[in-house]
């Protein structure tokens, strides 16, 4: 019984095609890249609110006379009231924290004896103690929309939402699509038929229109969305299980563990399974890129995640009105974020579609 220990001659062929298939993955610059491109997002969605220029929550400081700045502009504020508020690190990098003080856009300043004489863009010059209020200047980089909010903050926290919708949906596609497509191929009969049914019946209604229909029943919102998207998900996943689970049940491998009596549980998931899991993972990949759409065709629609938390496709529902004016780069930026994104997961599933097919 060679074929189960260890360190049989099948487990050393296996590790040889896996580096040989790393080494296919390397050689691939566009799929490095990918790589490269979803890591920096996957950064900077997990340090969050560490390092957005905005940390308040959801990124939603609105300075009302600062609206629509052009990237790289600058404004200088008057810092009064402040306040003690200490948040410690995990929440101030998963849900951000209130300004420590009260900020008012001003025009100009001057220094009066132990006073500082502030002019605000909409009153009266402002007057208050030296030691109890301070000047700053901050720039915003990519500007600030109609709202007056940070967008480069705003494009930094809906990284977190499309990746982590794309992970969540994922998850919930990879459990029913594995689970049902390997319960499909390896019983076969009614138990086939029935799940082909459900999938053809399923893969028969469009995308689109399915996660609508899945939203309105749920409701709107952050976790709905997660659910609604892997709902849709499955049946890609389902179909690749089912097809190599046909391919592979009837080989020696799995006769072998029949003969030895063990249960159909063990025989999938610990002999069949692992045997496909490049296949699985490709799919995994391309779908990733299109929950991602999914999400910000949701949001853009107004069905997704809701304000004030900051989404991709939401920032361009609410900017692509400037398209004809000259803040076309409000609706542009957050559409290039969710392009770079979907391509680097489309560009990374063809890299290893490529470097995992043993033919090549």
């Not at 008012?104 to 010059?125: F, K, L, W």
């Not at 049902?180 to 191929?185: D, E, F, I, N, Y």
Request: hydrophobic share 50%.
């Amino acid at each position: 019984m060679r074929l189960f220990k260890k360190h049989s001659y099948a487990d050393l062929a296996g590790r040889s095609l896996d580096r040989m298939a790393w080494r296919r993955f390397r050689r691939n610059p566009l799929s490095i890249a990918s790589l490269v491109v979803i890591g920096l997002f996957a950064l900077v969605a997990l340090l969050g609110y560490l390092i957005t220029p905005d940390h308040t929550p959801y990124c939603n400081q609105q300075y009302l006379e600062l609206a629509t700045l052009k990237p790289f502009s600058k404004a200088t504020f008057l810092l009064t009231d402040p306040t003690d508020t200490h948040t410690s690190f995990l929440k101030r990098m998963t849900q951000g924290e209130p300004l420590p003080y009260t900020a008012t856009p001003i025009i100009e300043y001057r220094y009066a004896r132990d006073s500082i004489v502030a002019t605000p863009y909409n009153g009266d010059p402002i007057t208050v103690a030296a030691d109890q209020a301070s000047v700053d200047t901050r720039t915003f980089l990519l500007g600030t929309d109609g709202y007056g909010r940070d967008v480069l903050s705003m494009i930094m926290i809906g990284s977190r939402v499309s990746l982590s919708v794309g992970f969540i949906a994922i998850l919930i596609a990879l459990l029913l699509g594995i689970t049902l497509g390997a319960l499909a191929a390896y019983h076969g009969g009614w138990v086939d038929d029935l799940i082909m049914w459900i999938i053809n019946v399923v893969w028969s209604i469009p995308t689109v229109l399915l996660v609508i229909a899945i939203t309105f029943v749920l409701g709107k919102g952050f976790w709905q969305i997660f659910i609604a998207v892997g709902l849709t998900m499955w049946v890609d996943i389902a179909r690749v299980v089912r097809g190599e689970v046909l391919s592979i049940k009837e080989k020696e491998y799995v006769e072998a563990t029949r003969a030895l009596g063990y249960s159909t549980f063990r025989t999938i998931f610990r002999h069949i399974l692992p045997n496909i899991v490049g296949a699985v993972v490709v799919v995994a990949a391309s779908n990733f890129a299109s929950a991602i759409l999914l999400e910000a065709g949701l949001s853009f629609l107004g069905i997704g995640v809701q304000p004030p938390m900051p989404s991709w496709g939401m920032m361009v529902k609410e900017n692509y009105g400037y398209i004809l004016l000259d803040s076309a780069y409000l609706a542009l930026l957050p559409g290039l974020a969710i392009m770079m994104v979907v391509l680097a997961f489309m560009l990374l599933a063809s890299g290893l579609r490529d470097a995992l097919d043993i033919k090549r």
